[in-house]
């Protein structure tokens, strides 16, 4: 992302980021709760399969405990000048801005992704905090005269309450930013719940906002290895009146159902199958930039990622080929080294399931064009691969591939390609490339998904909303939209 940043004092002028704030405990209240001969967490890196540190694994009496600290500071935050919100949040951006060295190399590690993503990463996740300074003071209310005449009817938005977010691996920043820097605008104080295997970065940033300013008690952080108890005993306790959730819909469903016990407000950003649409017009260089792009952001690991690629019969051959010619020349290894293009899967686990998706598509009739074979030795890495001709019945069309696979099949017309797009569940984002622009925005509108990509292959903007239609969540994040999720319409009904 490409956003001017003001000038800033030297990174080396500030502390350096605590990369093991984690391992000194829950952050609860502003404190660093370590309570003695209690299990941890280890977090491992994916690139060698090391233990970097090991967090606490918090219990339900620390999940209390989190949410007495957030009802404790709600009042005061709730009260805290907007003005004075906002320039907490814009000091948050500026620190993160100033050690997006520190922070990118931090995600690199317990995440795995190179570190070129973790630096565009922060960028994403500060520039939440920047936005969401500007909305802090630009949070309006309504008075209107009624259509009888007799009455009027004013509107203030107030903060919701306490909030309990929930973040995935994925990004461990950004999906957290998302979430907190909003929140923090409207007033709302929170509980953040980190995904186990990337808890280094949300607690690193929990230090820095206490630098910036955000008082013991707004912001709380902890990691459990038993989130379903954990997270129900936070959604019962009647302070809390929000949850904001980002991970997949399997989990996304069993959070609804368990919100809807305490009719709870929900945003939910769940998983997606996006399709990406190259039609015979399409500037193949653009075309190609693109699905790298909506491809191999986080190798492949973004809910946003180009999970089918439909190419039309006239231009198929020749966006395969240069495709593959750029799949294959990328360089894999661990995230931290600079030349890295494409770092390990997160899990294990989530190589082998990379691996029983392309084993499905290649029985079905779908062709290798590279990659396709999980190298030896530590890590879990798995290599940028593309299949030709994949088969509408592959698992894979289906599933979410969450990694570094391109999956190409051949379109004829306009509506076959339009029907491919809408065959799932999911619709979170979709990418059409085409240099008719009337049939670029026709193709877009006729495409069920919350976002779409139009000749270009990131659609991710703190200044728009993001989200999902049918299973790929409720609610908005990012854009003018965002804040509104925190807040709640107060009438006041009145005849002066
Ligand atoms: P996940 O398994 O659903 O986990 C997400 C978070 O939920 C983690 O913090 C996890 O904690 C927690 N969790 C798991 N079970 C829970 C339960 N019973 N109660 C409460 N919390 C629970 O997802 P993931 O594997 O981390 O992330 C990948 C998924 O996220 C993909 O489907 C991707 O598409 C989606 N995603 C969506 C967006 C979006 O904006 N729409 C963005 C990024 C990712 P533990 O780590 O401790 O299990």
């Excluded at 938005?157 to 409207?186: D, H, Q, S």
């Excluded at 991710?460 to 807040?487: I, N, W, Y």
Aim: proline letters at 7%; glycine letters at 10%; hydrophobic letters at 45%.
């Amino acid at each position: 992302m490409n956003i001017a940043t003001p000038t800033l004092p030297a990174s080396s002028a500030l502390p350096a980021i605590d990369p093991a704030a984690g391992a000194r405990g829950l952050y609860i209240g502003g404190h660093w709760v370590r309570p003695a001969g209690r299990q941890s967490i280890p977090v491992v890196d994916p690139s060698s399969g090391a233990v970097l540190a090991d967090v606490p694994d918090a219990t339900i009496e620390d999940a209390k405990a989190a949410v007495d600290a957030a009802a404790a500071a709600a009042r005061g935050w709730r009260a805290t000048p907007p003005r004075r919100r906002s320039e907490i949040l814009s000091r948050c951006f500026e620190l993160m801005t100033a050690r997006t060295e520190e922070l990118a190399h931090l995600i690199s590690l317990e995440n795995g992704k190179a570190l070129r993503d973790a630096r565009g990463e922060v960028a994403y996740a500060a520039e939440f905090f920047r936005w969401n300074a500007e909305e802090a003071v630009r949070i309006r209310g309504e008075f209107t005269l009624s259509p009888t005449g007799a009455n009027h009817i004013v509107v203030d938005y107030e903060p919701i309450g306490i909030c309990v977010l929930i973040t995935p691996w994925n990004f461990p920043a950004a999906m957290a930013t998302r979430k907190i820097a909003p929140a923090l605008a409207a007033g709302c104080t929170v509980v953040l719940k980190p995904a186990s295997e990337t808890p280094l970065t949300a607690y690193a940033l929990a230090a820095l906002y206490e630098e910036a300013g955000v008082p013991p008690g707004v912001v709380n952080v902890l990691t459990t290895t038993t989130p379903g108890p954990v997270t129900a005993a936070m959604l019962a306790d009647p302070r809390v009146r929000k949850l904001s959730f980002t991970g997949s819909t399997q989990i996304g469903r069993v959070l609804l159902a368990e919100a809807a016990r305490h009719v709870l407000s929900c945003s939910m950003e769940l998983g997606g199958n996006a399709p990406l649409i190259v039609f015979d017009d399409a500037d193949l260089d653009v075309a190609v930039e693109g699905a790298m792009l909506a491809k191999m952001r986080n190798a492949g690991e973004a809910c946003t990622a180009a999970n089918r690629i439909y190419a039309q019969a006239g231009i198929y051959d020749r966006f395969a080929e240069a495709l593959t010619a750029r799949m294959s020349a990328l360089k894999v290894g661990p995230g931290t080294d600079a030349s890295t293009e494409c770092g390990p899967m997160i899990t294990p686990a989530a190589v082998g399931k990379i691996e029983r998706l392309v084993d499905d598509a290649v029985s079905r009739g779908a062709t290798l064009l590279c990659g396709g074979r999980r190298p030896e030795g530590a890590g879990f890495f798995y290599p940028p691969t593309v299949l030709s001709k994949v088969p509408h019945d592959a698992a894979m069309a289906h599933e979410e591939i969450f990694g570094p696979v391109a999956a190409l099949a051949r379109f004829e017309t306009e509506d076959e390609a339009v029907a491919f797009a809408n065959a799932t569940e999911y619709g979170l984002a979709a990418y059409v490339f085409t240099q008719d622009l009337a049939r670029g925005l026709r193709v877009a509108r006729r495409i069920d998904t919350g976002m779409v990509g139009l000749n270009r292959g990131l659609v991710s903007d703190p200044a728009a909303p993001f989200g999902g239609t049918k299973q790929s969540g409720l609610g908005r994040e990012g854009g003018a939209h965002g804040v509104l999720e925190f807040l709640e319409a107060k009438y006041i009904a009145t005849r002066l």
